[in-house]
Every structure is written in structure tokens, then in C-alpha cells.
């Protein structure tokens, strides 16, 4: 069993520089980076704050300084594609500027995530108050879903489509294009198709993808349906391991297989993407999933208040259930860099740029860079476990005490 440990975490004020050396040489580490296709022992160059070089056996002679990363892996900044970051201290507000939400700067640097995207906190009503209050103050890079409902997500508003409205959704989108990167749909209880639809009017508007989250449909909307007759490829279906009998599984628990046209929705474009949280995900559907090849596209944290403090905690804890459950290193690298840069359509993140050809070709910044050690845990009291109701899987009596040193009570 395997657990990735953020060691390192390099700041982005990288101040002076040497005209005749780089500021910082990173010698020896194991670069992974799917999108350039890199998986090799490299040297990283870094001048004046951005990556300007990626190469084996850099000369790192008149740079202010050097880091050994021999045993470590240098990756792209990670990217948690489902977050949720309107914070504030009303309880009442829950998700959309109340204290269900978690500051973005808590939680991302000191776990390698540069960009976390904000799932649906905000409708079009109050994305202003959003953007002023977190986005433009954070040091971590905030984007954001919009979510269908104009009073952002909290009650009563998520349960009244006469707040759901497409165009206005679509307007706040293109206005607000280098923020808003999909529309979100959450949590709504009828069986009507409306949340989804309107969704898809705003994304079509704005030429961005949604995000579904179904809540708890009663009765529970088919998925099926979902993918093939109402969303569009690179539309993106999150919680996509979760196990709740108010929703339709991926993983047929009779059988334990994948649906068939799971399968293929996934081959036709539907991005699958984890969006662990609080009891979204079980082993009892990514276990059979994984096994047999289907794997998510992206590994998000659903981070939120509670999710933080029960079996998810962070971004790399979930990494390091995939790679538990048998994914590769280099897809789980993959489902947290440059997967997730184009699902949002912002490919200038989720890669360490393409100075590794030719020297300061195409910089980046050093935020963007992460050292990791792959530690093999197997000796060590490490459980992996998840949260919820009902499951039945491996790890379900087991409980999870590695946390930098804090133990965690199991609230299963
Ligand atoms: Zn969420």
C-alpha cells in the first residue's frame, strides 16, 4: 500500500535574479508530467519565479540555490476540480459564503493544489460577493462552476426552479469567462429535468462545461438518460463512485461490474470525475471500477468542512486510494494536472510547460511546481477507509490514524 507525503512546498515568491544563472535548480527528481509525456529523472530550472527549464543533468553552477529532490517526485501543481471555498461564518448560508465552506488557503498550498475550482458555491445573484470576498484575496487560484440556482447553494434556494435560471447563469459566465469555467448542478429533490437543462443552456451560452451532482432525485433520474440524452462530451458527472440509494450507481452491485453503457458514455466524451467528500464515495464501487479499467478521469476532494475531517482530509490522501486500489502513479498524476486543465479548458495549468525543448520556450510559473516522496506505507498503521452508511468494503472497519500525526475518529 502505497501513500503519497507532500514534502516540499516551493513558494511562489522567488524573488532576485541572477542574469548569468537561474534562481533555483530542483537536481535529481522523478519529474512526471503526462501532458509532455515525461517520466524520467529530470532536472528543473527555475528563473525569476517561472520553469524555464526541464532537462536531464542541468548545469545549476551561479544559481542561488539548489534542492536535492533525488527520491522525490516533481510534479505540475495540482489541480482539485471539486472544492468548495465561498467561506464565511453564517451557518445558515452553508456552501454559499457560510461555514460549510473551507478558505481556499487553509487547505491547498501546504497539499501541493495551486488551482482549486469551486463547485457550485456561488450563483449568478451573488458570484460579485464571491469573487471580492475569496477569489481576488486568495493566494491559492480560485476558479469556478456557477451553480444553476441564482441564491448559490443553500436552502431553500437549491429546491425552487424559478431560481434556476439559464440565461442568467450564461450571462454571469461569459461576463466573468476567466473565472467561470462550467456550470454546477446540486442537491435538487424533484424529479424534473429542469436543473439539468438549465444548466446546459448557460454552458451552451458560454461554451463551458457542467457538472451534475445529483442529489437526491426522488425518484433517483436515470443516468442513462443523463448521459445520452441530455449532456454533451466533456460534460462532467461528479461523485461518480458514491453509493447513496437516493442515486443511480456506475457499479452494478449485484454483479460488481461496470454498466456497459457506463462504459461507453465514457468513451463518448462524459468525464467521471471522484469529488470524494463527506459520503460520496465508496470502495465498493472504485474497487470493482478500478480493477476492471475504468478509471476516473479526474480525482477531486469535494472539500468542504466535514469531508476534511473524515476519511477524505485531502487531495493527495485520495491519490493515494487509487493508487491503493491497483491505478497506475503516472494516471493518478494524470487525474490531478493535466486532465482536470482541459476539462476546465484552461491548458496553460496542469503541465510544467514545454521548456524542457527549449530553454524559457514556454515559461511557467513556480507555483506550479510540486515535490512529492512516494512512500511505501505497508510496515506503518495506515488504513484507508471511507465515510457513509451502509458499505461493505475492505477497508470498512479500519480506521484512519496517519494524519501529520493527528488522529482521526471514524465517524462511519
Ligand atoms: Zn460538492
Redesign the pocket.
Known amino acids: 500500500m502505497y501513500r503519497l507525503i507532500w514534502v516540499l512546498l516551493l513558494l511562489c515568491a522567488v524573488s532576485s535574479v541572477q542574469a548569468q544563472g537561474y534562481t533555483l535548480v530542483i537536481k535529481g527528481g522523478t519529474v512526471i508530467d503526462p501532458k509532455n509525456n515525461i517520466d524520467a529523472v529530470m532536472d528543473v530550472a527555475v528563473t525569476d519565479g517561472k520553469i524555464v527549464r526541464v532537462a536531464k543533468d542541468i548545469d545549476a553552477r551561479g544559481a542561488l540555490q539548489t534542492v536535492d529532490a533525488r527520491g522525490l517526485l516533481v510534479v505540475p501543481g495540482l489541480i482539485d476540480l ?3 471555498v465561498f467561506f464565511g461564518t453564517d451557518p445558515a448560508r452553508a ?1 454559499d459564503g457560510g461555514s460549510a465552506s473551507v478558505p481556499p488557503d487553509v487547505f491547498a498550498p501546504r497539499t501541493g493544489v495551486t488551482t482549486v475550482v469551486d ?2 458555491c456561488s450563483g449568478w445573484k451573488d458570484f460579485p460577493a464571491f469573487k471580492r470576498e475569496v477569489i481576488e484575496v486568495s493566494r491559492t487560484r480560485v476558479l469556478a462552476f456557477l451553480n444553476i440556482v441564482g441564491g448559490g447553494m443553500r436552502s431553500p434556494y437549491e429546491q425552487d426552479l424559478h431560481e434556476m435560471d439559464g440565461k442568467m447563469a450564461g450571462i454571469t459566465a461569459r461576463q466573468n469567462k476567466d473565472i467561470i469555467v462550467g456550470i454546477k448542478v ?1 442537491h435538487y429533490s424533484g424529479p424534473e429535468w429542469t436543473p439539468v437543462d438549465e444548466a446546459l443552456k448557460a454552458g451552451r451560452m458560454a461554451n463551458i462545461p457542467v457538472m451534475i ?1 445529483f442529489g437526491g432525485n426522488n425518484p433517483p433520474l436515470s443516468i442513462k438518460e443523463l448521459f445520452f440524452d441530455h449532456l454533451r462530451p466533456g460534460d462532467i458527472f ?2 461518480c463512485f458514491g453509493q447513496l440509494s437516493s442515486r443511480e450507481f456506475v457499479v452494478d452491485t449485484l454483479t460488481h461490474t461496470v454498466k456497459p453503457f457506463v462504459r461507453e458514455a465514457q468513451q463518448k466524451g462524459i468525464v467521471f470525475d471522484v ?1 470524494y ?1 463527506e459520503i ?1 464515495f465508496a470502495f465498493s464501487q472504485a474497487i470493482p471500477a478500478v480493477k476492471s479499467g475504468f478509471l476516473p478521469n479526474s480525482i477531486s476532494t ?1 472539500m ?1 468542512i466535514r469531508s476534511m475531517n473524515l476519511a477524505m482530509r485531502d487531495l493527495p490522501n485520495c491519490m493515494s486510494k487509487f493508487l491503493a486500489m491497483g491505478m497506475d502513479l503516472h494516471d493518478v498524476i494524470q487525474a490531478v494536472t493535466w486532465n482536470p486543465a482541459k476539462e476546465i479548458k484552461h491548458e496553460e495549468l496542469g503541465s510544467l510547460g514545454g521548456g524542457y525543448r527549449a530553454p524559457g520556450s514556454r515559461e511557467r510559473e513556480i507555483r506550479s511546481l510540486r515535490l512529492y516522496r512516494l512512500q511505501d506505507r505497508r510496515d506503518a498503521a495506515f488504513r484507508l477507509r471511507d465515510d457513509g452508511p451502509g458499505r461493505e468494503d475492505p477497508f470498512r472497519s479500519q480506521r484512519d490514524c496517519e494524519a501529520n500525526g493527528v488522529t482521526q475518529a471514524d465517524a462511519g
Open positions: 471539486h472544492t468548495h456552501y463547485a457550485g446540486a451532482d461528479t461523485h469529488g467528500g460520496s469535494d468542504h
